[in-house]
Every structure is written in structure tokens, then in C-alpha cells.
């Protein structure tokens, strides 16, 4: 699904956008697939339309005991503490889908020095959250 996200996104001129999938590829349930996915189109656009990002990138980590989305932009930057008591939708509803699930989420940004989000979901948490019985 990120792939489908980002390579139309990679064949055009600018600003540029790249995915890398790391670690051994494992199955996640839908849920977390889709969390995944918003997380990303959501700080994709937000690097595109708001940043002025030239340079976006899409890193997906199937690590051993967890999986990591980090997008990170060189664009101008924000006050990330500042947005988030704001409530901005955009920042409320990536923080939202990633506790639904169990993870969490990181965002970091300076003015004029680009921001990264980071989705972190932890094997423990993952099957504490779909466990099945």
C-alpha cells in the first residue's frame, strides 16, 4: 500500500519522494495496515502542501520486535509542541489512529529544518492489542 502511495509521487520531477522497506516483510493485521498507510499519506501531503519540502522520505522498518514508519521532510518546519496543543487536525488524527493501535507517535520539527513522524508499534503491544484468543 505505501508503494502504491509513493511511486507515482517518485516519478515526478519534484519535489522528491522515496520509499525504503527494510528488515524482513512480515503480515500485519488490516487495521494496523491502514494505520500505516494514513499515518503516511497524511505526513506526505503535509510535507507537500504545507513544508515546501524538496525532499521527502518514506522509510517502513520490520525490525525484530517492531515495526517503524518514519517520514521525514526537509521542509520549513513548525512548532510541533505548539501545533499539537492547537489540536490541528492533521497532527490529532495521526496521534489518534496510532494509540487505536497501540503504537506511538513521534513528531519532531524545527523552523527551517524539516520534521520527521515517527509510528513506532512494538511487537508486545501489537499482540496485546489483536490478541486473539
Excluded: C, Y
Excluded at 58 to 65: G, Y
Excluded at 76 to 95: E, I, K, N, P, Y
Excluded at 125 to 132: L, Q, S
Aim: aromatic residues 2%; without cysteine; proline residues 4%.
Amino acid at each position: 500500500a505505501l508503494r502504491e502511495l509513493v511511486e507515482p509521487l517518485a516519478r515526478l520531477p519534484a519535489p522528491a519522494v522515496a520509499l525504503s522497506v527494510v528488515g524482513d516483510e512480515r503480515p500485519v493485521s488490516g487495521e494496523v495496515e491502514t494505520t500505516v498507510l494514513r499515518v503516511a499519506q497524511e505526513a506526505v501531503t503535509n510535507a507537500l502542501k504545507h513544508a515546501g519540502a524538496a525532499h521527502v522520505e518514506v522509510r517502513l522498518a520490520f525490525e525484530p520486535r517492531a515495526i517503524t514508519l518514519t517520514i521525514g521532510d526537509d521542509g520549513r518546519g513548525f512548532d510541533a509542541a505548539g501545533a499539537s496543543r492547537d489540536g490541528r487536525l492533521g497532527m490529532t488524527g495521526m496521534r489518534e489512529r496510532a494509540r487505536h493501535i497501540g503504537a506511538t507517535l513521534d513528531i519532531t520539527s524545527q523552523n527551517d529544518a524539516g520534521t520527521q513522524v515517527r509510528l513506532t508499534l512494538t511487537e508486545e503491544k501489537r499482540r496485546h492489542v489483536f490478541a486473539t484468543s
